[in-house]
């Protein structure tokens, strides 16, 4: 192994010191576990050394989206036969936000979802959890049809000045840039559709319409915004880090999105699903 030692809390907080978070901050985190290299304390130890950087007066945010609660009509990775579309709209469990977990969102993410004291929104396909001071103020208003909009956790980063750190992956998995989509003068719309559990219980097919999303440019996007200067790119651990203030980034992708998008995306429906 070329790594002289093993990354540890201490080491990993002083990395992220050091990139520029602070005691306070709301920070947006996508992350990719493997690519810090080892650590000691593994997944555990990332999670307490973000939460030592910010304090208790901090708050961090995940995604924990839930790809598999999609309508299996737009699956493609992989797809599954039509004869099964009915059964899996009738059968799913309705989205759960206490036990369902995230898919494809990292195994941090996953940890930070199920840390003591987490809470997480109700959406049934883009879910967000938060720990810390502002976490209720976060996920406590995600509204089903503004899935990535104004009303869902992005939105209330915006509005907190929170910050985006991408800690080993690239701008494709840069939720935020959605926020700049919903923000677009006339985004093309379709419907969708999950399981949501009822108040009883039970699960129900739920249908609605918002926003198409297109991932398609978003690492052209994110390289144009670094090329401003405002986005600090260094080292935490083994990986590279990009942090960035979400307000200047989905400022930046709502106009370069109204100048560079000049025909309708052609990723699916609404919202994102990345596969199922």
């Not at 007066?57 to 790809?67: Q, W, Y």
């Not at 759960?96 to 979802?113: F, H, K, L, N, Q």
């Amino acid at each position: 192994m070329e790594q002289p030692s093993p990354h540890t809390v201490r080491s990993l907080a002083s990395d992220l010191r050091a990139l520029g978070i602070a005691t306070g901050d709301v920070l947006l985190l996508h992350s990719s576990y493997r690519s810090l290299g080892f650590v000691a304390g593994g997944v555990q130890a990332v999670v307490h050394a973000v939460l030592d950087v910010l304090g208790p007066e901090g708050t961090l945010v995940v995604p924990t989206h839930t790809s598999e609660n999609t309508d299996p009509a737009g699956w493609r990775h992989p797809p599954v036969p039509e004869a099964w579309w009915p059964v899996i709209r009738e059968q799913a469990p309705g989205f759960d936000p206490s036990c369902t977990p995230g898919r494809w969102m990292g195994v941090i993410a996953e940890a930070v979802r199920t840390w003591p004291g987490a809470l997480r929104s109700d959406h049934p396909q883009v879910s967000c959890a938060a720990l810390g001071r502002n976490a209720a103020t976060v996920v406590g208003r995600h509204q089903l049809d503004d899935a990535l909009g104004e009303h869902s956790p992005l939105g209330a980063v915006y509005r907190l000045d929170g910050t985006v750190l991408l800690l080993g992956c690239g701008h494709r998995t840069n939720t935020s840039l959605h926020l700049a989509e919903w923000r677009q003068a006339s985004p093309p719309r379709a419907g969708t559709g999950s399981s949501v559990r009822q108040p009883d219980g039970t699960s129900r097919w739920t249908t609605w319409v918002d926003v198409v999303t297109d991932e398609s440019d978003f690492d052209r996007l994110g390289a144009d915004f670094e090329a401003t200067g405002a986005a600090v790119v260094g080292p935490v651990g083994g990986a590279t880090a990009r942090l960035m203030s979400q307000p200047a980034l989905v400022d930046f992708a709502t106009a370069w999105m109204a100048a560079n998008r000049r025909a309708e995306p052609t990723a699916g429906t609404a919202p994102p699903t990345g596969g199922a």
